[in-house]
C-alpha cells in the first residue's frame, strides 16, 4: 500500500509542475517574452491548455469574473497541495 501512497504523491507532483509551467509560460505569453506565432510554443501551450482544462473549467464557472484575472490555476494549485496533506497525514492507512 505504501506504494499507491507514492504512486497518488507522483501524480500530485507531476500536475504540480504542468500547472506552474502552464502559469509561467502564460506570464511569458502576456508579457510578450514568447511569441504563439511560433510553432513550438503554439504547440505546446495549446496542449497545456488541452491537459488543464479538465482542472479548470469546472472552477472556471462557480468562480465570479474578475476582470480578466483567471483564479482558476491558483485555486487548482492550492487544491493539489491540500490533497498531498490530506494523504501525507494520512499516510498511516496506506502501511
Known amino acids: 500500500m505504501t506504494s499507491l501512497l507514492q504512486i497518488l504523491l507522483l501524480i500530485l507532483d507531476v500536475v504540480w509542475f504542468i500547472l506552474i509551467a502552464h502559469i509561467i509560460m502564460s506570464w511569458l505569453i502576456n508579457f510578450q517574452v514568447l511569441n504563439l506565432q511560433q510553432d ?9 491548455n488541452r491537459l488543464l482544462e479538465p482542472l479548470y473549467g469546472p472552477l472556471r464557472r462557480i468562480l465570479p469574473p474578475m476582470g480578466g484575472l483567471d483564479l482558476a490555476p491558483l485555486v487548482v494549485l492550492i ?5 498531498r496533506i490530506v494523504l ?7 502501511y
Open 40 to 48: 513550438l510554443v503554439r504547440q505546446i501551450w495549446f496542449g497545456l
Open 88 to 94: 501525507q497525514n494520512n499516510a498511516a492507512a496506506f
Open 79 to 83: 487544491g493539489i497541495y491540500a490533497i
